[in-house]
């Protein structure tokens, strides 16, 4: 299983700001995602990356934007935060076979 | 349009019986599929999962069905305890491996009652 941490866990923000959401992995997977979810909704794939100074975009569209410097690292970044922002964002690696999931950030823009 | 759909919100049972969650998809180029339990607040959890070549697959007090003729999938969880009490979210993959992009359903929160 992945270890794949995530920091701030939770983080309120006023409008405007711009902010990054911070994801790691100490697994070595090349494969990296992340998630948007609203309550009791499900999981919206919003970017991806199959390895280092490779990102797509997801599904769901996004005003965020990714980098993938290193193997370990995928963050995200939201230039000027909004209240439409306001979400829960988790970040998943994985090698082959299932996805794993880090903690999460829950994010409140004001 | 919802291509992993779970129709139950919730399900209630007792201590000790079994647990039967449900999901149904419609894209017949899904070959892979998962199941994750989530606590509020924390990421998604790995349970179990079945590639479209099986029909069964059981780890634990897990199993996972498959029937691909129905479009339909189901986790059993037997004996369900207090502690599996969670949201439980069903997801399929199109390419195979499970490690390109997953679609999700919307979940059913589970309750186990003591």
């Known amino acids: 299983e992945a270890d794949i941490y995530q920091t701030p866990r939770y983080l309120v923000i006023g409008t405007g700001k711009k902010i990054t959401l911070e994801c790691s992995q100490t697994?070595?997977?090349?494969?990296m995602y992340w998630y948007q979810q609203d309550p009791g909704m499900e999981l919206h794939l919003i970017h991806y990356?199959?390895?280092?100074?490779?990102?797509e975009k997801g599904d769901l569209s996004s005003e965020s934007t990714v980098s993938r410097i290193r193997t370990e690292h995928f963050p995200l970044t939201l230039e000027s935060a909004r209240p439409s922002h306001t979400s829960q964002y988790l970040c998943?690696?994985?090698?082959?076979?299932?996805?794993?999931f880090g903690p999460g950030t829950r994010l409140t823009v004001l | 349009d919802q291509q992993v759909k779970q129709n139950s919100p919730s399900l209630s049972v007792q201590e000790g019986r079994i647990s039967i969650l449900n999901c149904d998809y419609t894209?017949?180029?899904?070959?892979?599929f998962l199941w994750y339990k989530k606590y509020p607040a924390e990421g998604p959890t790995f349970l179990i999962s079945i590639s479209s070549i099986k029909d069964k697959n059981e780890d634990g007090r897990f199993t996972v069905f498959l029937n691909k003729s129905a479009k339909h999938l189901s986790l059993h969880i037997v004996p369900s305890q207090p502690g599996d009490s969670a949201v439980y979210f069903c997801a399929a993959s199109g390419l195979g491996g499970g490690s390109e992009k997953l679609v999700f359903g919307k979940g059913t929160k589970l309750t186990v009652n003591p």
């Open positions: 990356s199959y390895g280092v100074n490779s990102t």
């Open positions: 697994m070595g997977h090349d494969k």
């Open positions: 998943a690696s994985s090698v082959a076979g299932p996805q794993y």
């Open positions: 894209n017949s180029m899904f070959d892979y």
